[in-house]
């Protein structure tokens, strides 16, 4: 007899000779024949049916059955067995009629839905607030119900008891909603009991109800209001537990309680947790691509107000398997040559936002995955973005290659996409930077420290050497050799020789402060000048006395003046004792001739006194630079006659 009640739900027709396909409704009782003796010959499952063995039996009369493994639709479309609007499967067996005639013989069943799920609440009493002072038209959401069967037989409708006597009315597009149709008044009446019943389409048609409990309360009346109403994420399968997924916000125009909003979330698979003052979403259990792969998670929003409210958003996560390939990195010259060698020749006067080369990224991952940034460990270069994956490598604003502190730089450049976890690719360049002219010459000697002299009027002998300046260029690659050229103020007879030799080659007519400028010059043309002062004085000149305070002058002065006399006073006294003594001791006579020797003698030594300074230069003729200056003070012989 039940058999042939549900032989009456079971069609059967065939396309050709190896395909057949059956209609069947969803829980069949088992044993229940589906289609006997498929063939004549022997039939053997193939691997790709095997997971259906556990519902269907192959007798050894070739006939199909039922197991006692019941057939459920739903379940078959949650694990994706088949596709959810057409519930559709394929038992396929290895036909072997022969041993040289063998063949696929394949059954395609067709599931049929049956009205057997009646639409449910998540919560059977909900209670919602809501301020008196709402506005006509106010809308309040409510949570759909749920039905697991699918088309026609799913959720169809909603009905609001009692139609009357309450000022709501039921609305509903993809979730029921009660709108304000009259003005609140909590001292009127302050709470409303309704009830919302679901039908789906079945025949007959089966329901679900929640009770509703509204209590309508003062000031509060404002909802949540998510950022979005919808929140998509997509994560990888291997994505860590207890890490944050997303962070959901919700605002509420109102103060202090009635803004301080509570989250929760609905998730029957307890996968996912949300942290209630946050909104932080975090992953709580393993995702596996193969099991689930999407999520739809209800976030619900509600304040701490009196009465408290509420507002929904929906949770969509999409799992995606893990990132596998790395990104390749491929470089060009800036003709678009391909470089093999990742050597870069960098002049250190390169200008700046100079583009070197270019760098174009391939990942065979999609998505993120396959989205790949780039970074340098050197910031006076920049990667410059071009397209997607592609970039410009040029020098940056503040570059500063120095040819004198580096000639060779390694540049690390990584290129990481976008995956969990992530992956990158590390390429070194070589960058050899060469010589440019950019330093000024500089003075080594004299020192800034020394760069005043002194020279007597009346007992320096000219041509006198005045200094030699040493100079260096920290440019390598240039000549060193350098060019002069100064100014002197007020004008002073000089001479300057290219070997840094400065020569003072007469005294000026008097005697004063010379400021001499010296320029030095490159290869290059780059210039660095020095000051030097140059005091020409006479010995008669008065040493300058420090200078004492005002109220000590006078005193100074008078002390000076009396020791001055007290050393006269002597020197007379002495002068008188000395021609006294020998006026007595030395005859007349004697007292002409030592004069006359005396007179000779100081002649004579006024004679000798006379000198005659002579200056010698040996001159190496090989490098001028060497150029000694000697100087040497001789004694004129004396002319006796």
Known sequence: MWILCFLLFISAFAYDDSISVINIHEELPPNILLLPTISSSNLQWLPSSYSFQSYFNLHSDQSLYTTVQVIDREKFCEQKLCNCSKCSINLSFLQTVSPSNISIRTIEIIIEDINDHSPTFKQPIIRLSIAENVPIGYEIPLEAAIDNDYGVLSIQAYELYPIGNNPFRLFRTTKPILKLVE??????????LLKL???????????GEQNIEIIVTDVNDNPPIFEKTIYQRTLPENYQIETIILKVHATDRDENENARITYSIDDRS??????????????????????TRAYSLTIKAQDNGVPQMTNYATLIIDVTDVNDHSPDVLLTEVNGT???????????????DTPLLYVYITDDDSGDNGRVSCTL?????????????????????????DYESEQSVVIHLQCTDFGTPSLSTSTLLHLFIEDCNDNSPEFISPSSSNLSLIIAYETTDVPFLLTQFIVR??????????????????????NLINNGTLILHSMPAMPGTFIINVTVYDSGNLTSTISMNVRIQS?????????????H???VLLITFFIIIFLAAILISMCFLIAFILRRKMPKKSVANVSSHGSTTSSNERTGSSQKTMIEIFDDAVNSSNRVYQYGVQQAPVDMK
């Open 183 to 192: 003005t609140l008044d909590r001292e009127s009446k302050s709470n409303y």
């Open 338 to 352: 391909k470089m093999n060698n990742r050597l870069i020749n960098l002049p250190e006067c390169t200008l700046k």
């Open 377 to 401: 460990n050197d910031t006076r270069l920049n990667l410059i973005y071009l397209t997607t994956n592609a970039y410009a490598l040029q020098t940056s604003n503040s570059s500063s290659f």
């Open 473 to 494: 260029d920290r440019d390598r690659s240039q000549p060193n050799s350098f060019a002069y050229s100064y100014i002197v103020s007020p004008p002073l007879d000089l």
């Open 553 to 555: 002058t006078t005193l």
């Open 539 to 551: 010995i008669n000149e008065t040493i300058s006395t420090m200078s004492l305070p005002k109220e």
């Open 270 to 291: 307890s996968t996912f947790i949300i942290n209630q003052q946050t909104g932080e979403i975090y992953l709580k259990k393993s995702l596996d691509y193969e099991r």
């Open 197 to 207: 019943i679901a039908y789906d389409g079945g025949q007959p048609a089966l329901s």
